[in-house]
């Protein structure tokens, strides 16, 4: 059964690549923002939307993280690891050199990956968010008129004709982006098998309880449950009001997470899990476009 996929578009964004690693043979179609892409999960319209959660420079992408707890109940499903290489492109026609570029279109991520290197090489450029690296990519192949530049990936180079001026722009080693798939649909994706498994759960604590944090965290830590991630994130009703998303290597059980949410609820919080899937590294599944992603 193929599977239909949307993920955050054009093409030649690291999203595709996300998808393409983790479901080659689904069927994909694009959308142009990662709210867009999670409503047509959300409709059905696909069976699963993948979509960026987290990057290893970067932090959170708060978008995906915000419309996860406020807007859907869209389940996590699994979750897909991908190396991130950040590049300068240009124009094929437009000169390399640096000192020429004055303005650089990306995504806030990738720009954020990169603003130690946009510093001190391009002092002068302006900056231009766009929905996504390749929505950057797609710009510069429509204006050879303009002395600007994309951050992107060499997938998004190949797709759009553009030409690296500087390769490997990301401030730090080891660049990965986390996407992760959510779906309502019954449809199972069939996926590599994976080493390790989460389960991700928002937790809101009662007001005015000293310590609560440290209870909650306790449930956690007497049953040697290993946390990956904390974060608190705004409730939107008011300063102070957070929550707190808690990442847990485990995959739901019968007891050990079943015994976690009652204690928690019994402190008066409030739990709500977001998933519980695998973890999958796209370097651990056979097809995950090398080809394509190198230079042409
Ligand atoms: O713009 C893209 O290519 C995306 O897929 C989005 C996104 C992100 O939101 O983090 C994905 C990976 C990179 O970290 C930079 C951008």
Known sequence: MTMKVGYLGPQGSFTEVAAKAVMPDSERSSFPTIPSCMEAAAKQEVDIAV???ENAIEGSVNMTLDYLIHKHELPITAEVTVPIEQHLLV???????LDQITD????PQAIAQCHEFIQRELPN????????TSAAALEIQENPDRSAAAVANLLAAQTYGLTPAKQNIHDYGNNHTRFVLVSDSKKEPVLKEAKTHKTTMVITLPSDYSGALHQVLSAFSWRKLNLTKIESRPMKTGIGNYFFVIDVEKEMDEVLLPGVIAEVEALGCGVRVLGSYPCLLSSDI??????ELSPK
């Open 51 to 53: 979509v960026p959660l």
């Open 91 to 97: 124009h094929p026609g437009r000169d390399k050199n």
């Open 104 to 107: 650089v279109y990306s995504h």
């Open 125 to 132: 450029a302006s900056i231009h968010y766009t929905n996504s």
């Open 286 to 291: 056979d097809n995950t476009n090398k080809k």
